[in-house]
């Protein structure tokens, strides 16, 4: 595997600390968060938001806190996924003075890649995963950069170890800029499951110009990357 560039995965916005742990010995993934937590002894402090999730996608029907998890319909896993934010209040007090240091600190970004944060738990309340997805909301910019978001991940749990499987285009899927990624990593230990899957690509029909009027068009293309950190009894491969 060859790493384009080393990135940290320390977030560009944390309110309250480093948005995943810097020492990759602690068991923390993100804010404290860690597999095996129960759902009525986790902290809320530097979470808000508090939803159903959708498989990484809009959060839903909006929960009170952790606890709450219940509510949620489970994945065919069985487990149920909430949605959090990381509490961006301090991004409002920014806006309200205008400082620019605070503007830097706003929504829920990890490594400098906005996403759609998740925890999944058990019948019980137990984590057994968490989820990042990079933000499909975000503006072309933001969104363009999301499949380097895998390199990160890699790093931040050791570059060695890893399967990883390349995808052959589907029909219609061309490169961006040259560049085709369809790719999927894995990595298991005992003490989680991790899986890193990235793609940078365009579908049919997507072009930066329009075929009709030949105008430049923003955001044609496909650039995601998604990582789940599992408890590895309930991973499949």
Same mark, same amino acid.
């Given at each position: ?5 080393? !990135? *940290?995965?320390? =977030?560009?916005? /944390?309110? #309250? @600390?480093?948005?995943?742990? +810097? ?23 530097? !979470? *808000?938001?508090? =939803?159903?999730? /959708?498989? #990484? @996608?809009?959060?839903?029907? +909006? ?27 301090? =991004? ?146």
């Amino acid at each position: 595997m060859r790493f384009l560039a080393r !990135f *940290g995965l320390v =977030a560009a916005v /944390s309110f #309250g @600390g480093a948005a995943l742990a +810097a020492d990759k010995g602690d068991p923390g993934e993100i804010r404290g968060l860690k597999l095996g937590q129960r759902a009525a002894q986790m902290s809320v402090d530097g !979470f *808000g938001d508090f =939803a159903c999730g /959708s498989n #990484g @996608g809009t959060p839903r029907q +909006a929960l009170d806190d952790w606890s709450d998890f219940a509510k949620c319909k489970p994945e065919d896993s069985g487990l149920r996924e909430v949605a959090v934010r990381f509490d961006d209040a301090e =991004a409002y007090v920014g806006k309200a003075i205008d400082d620019d240091s605070y503007a830097r600190s706003q929504g829920t970004r990890v490594a400098g890649h906005p996403v759609v944060l998740s925890v999944l738990f058990d019948a019980a309340g137990v984590v057994r995963g968490i989820r990042m997805v990079t933000d499909p909301r975000e503006d072309p910019s933001a969104r363009r950069m999301a499949y380097l978001f895998r390199l990160a991940a890699m790093d931040r749990y050791g570059p060695a170890g890893w399967t990883c499987e390349d995808f052959p285009a589907a029909p219609g899927e061309t490169p961006v800029g040259g560049v085709f990624i369809k790719t999927k990593c894995v990595k298991r230990d005992d003490v989680r499951a991790l899986s890193v899957e990235a793609h940078f690509l365009r579908k049919a029909g997507q072009s930066d110009i329009d075929p009709v009027t030949r105008e430049y068009r923003a955001g044609q293309y496909e650039s995601w990357t998604r990582l789940e950190i599992l408890d590895p009894a309930l991973a499949t491969k």
